[in-house]
């Protein structure tokens, strides 16, 4: 790297749009979760069931947030990952192609 782009001004200038587009994406994805909860027909008894792992998983780890923490949050991490599926951000950057068939419909 030049010995002029390692300057704490032009670092900055390089950081500063990966931080914003990270804030960004991080806000479109929970606003996108909540609008899928509270949308879910069983909401009722969803939300208390995910608020109760996360509690479980804090109060393990002494109230911090921590790796071990989200790891115990399954649930939660499943949700937000079909909420990811479902909603546009998650249609539109994280395409897929299949490579082979995951089942066989049978000949009837």
């Known amino acids: 790297m030049d010995p002029q782009q390692q300057t704490p001004d032009a670092l900055a200038s390089l950081l500063l749009p990966i931080s914003l ?21 069983d909401s ?17 780890e002494g109230g911090a947030w921590t790796m071990n ?10 949700a937000v990952k079909e909420s990811m599926r479902l909603s546009c951000l998650g249609t539109k950057s994280c395409v897929r192609k299949v490579g082979f068939p995951f089942y066989k419909v049978a000949d009837d």
């Open 21 to 41: 587009a990270a804030v960004q994406v991080t806000s479109a994805v929970t606003t996108h979760l909540l609008f899928d909860l509270y949308s879910f027909p």
């Open 44 to 60: 009722a008894s969803l939300i208390p069931e995910l608020r109760h792992e996360v509690l479980e998983a804090l109060k393990a």
């Open 69 to 78: 923490g989200l790891n115990r949050m399954v649930k939660l991490d499943s």
